[in-house]
């Protein structure tokens, strides 16, 4: 690529023909954590910000926090050794996922109507070939995200979790639809959801299939995203890397689009 696309870009940023969209939920002590069921044991606590000083006798002339969060809060970043299916795969931790995997292309799947009229909505591959004959192909490389509108929820832990005594009501992707995705060579997969999974997919082949198959597979994921209703279906370019937590298994991220507009 010559300079001049990135001079290109950098007139189309300064003069705001290319927009940056803030795909980040606020990250506090409000922001909804993820319950497990009991018989899977610990659960991640909601975000604690602990003063240090306050321009105050703790410290005169500055004011500083420290924070207590888990590595999957808000919206964030998995990397492939969260789960088991990716536990030996190369450069699978925030600290060694090659810096080039954090900006790529994006597709966006609006299937905000579907989820609306059914929570429990399932993206089928059916549904990710009709998208494809309209907006065309998912290119290798590229991330999906699932736009469902349902980060408008994200205000309150029992909306966005959504759950009754039957489990939680949330949308997401069948086995199926990850499996026809890896098979498009796409680097991640994301929804606005509290995770990458459906809230049905406890009880899908393998369970939890956007965790199971994309780590396995060496992919990343990306959950309780913001403001999908933002971005084209093609065309926006996403940004979105977890700190380099050493060994981390995930992470906060702000993730950002480019979008002409
Ligand atoms: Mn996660």
Not at 19 to 25: E, F, I, P, R, S
Request: net charge negative; proline share 8%.
């Amino acid at each position: 690529m010559s300079s001049a696309s990135l001079s290109t870009l950098a007139s189309a940023l300064l003069s705001g023909t290319v927009k940056v969209v803030d795909l980040t939920a606020p990250l506090g002590p409000e922001t909804p954590v993820l319950y497990l069921p009991p018989q899977f044991g610990k659960n991640t606590p909601k975000v604690a910000v602990h003063t240090i000083s306050a321009y105050d006798q703790d410290g005169p002339f500055w004011a500083w926090n420290w924070l207590e969060l888990g590595e999957h809060t808000g919206t964030h970043f998995d990397a492939p050794c969260h789960w088991i299916t990716g536990k030996d795969n190369e450069n699978n931790t925030t600290d060694t996922i090659p810096p080039q995997n954090f900006v790529a292309p994006v597709n966006v799947i609006d299937r905000s109507k579907e989820a609306e009229a059914d929570p429990d909505y399932l993206l089928t591959v059916e549904s990710i070939q009709e998208w494809e004959a309209e907006h065309g192909e998912i290119e290798a490389g590229s991330w999906v995200l699932m736009r469902s509108d349902w980060y408008k929820r994200n205000g309150s832990t029992e909306t966005f979790l959504n759950a009754d005594e039957n489990g939680p009501h949330s949308p997401g992707p069948t086995a199926e639809a990850i499996q026809y995705l890896l098979s498009k060579g796409i680097i991640g997969w994301g929804q606005e959801t509290v995770g990458t999974d459906a809230g049905s997919a406890g009880g899908m082949n393998p369970p939890f299939p956007a965790h199971n198959l994309m780590h396995g597979a060496g992919k990343y994921g990306l959950a309780s995203l913001s403001n999908l209703d933002q971005l084209p279906a093609k065309g926006a370019i996403l940004i979105a890397a977890p700190l380099k937590l050493v060994k981390g298994t995930g992470s906060p991220v702000r993730a950002l689009a480019l979008i002409t507009g």
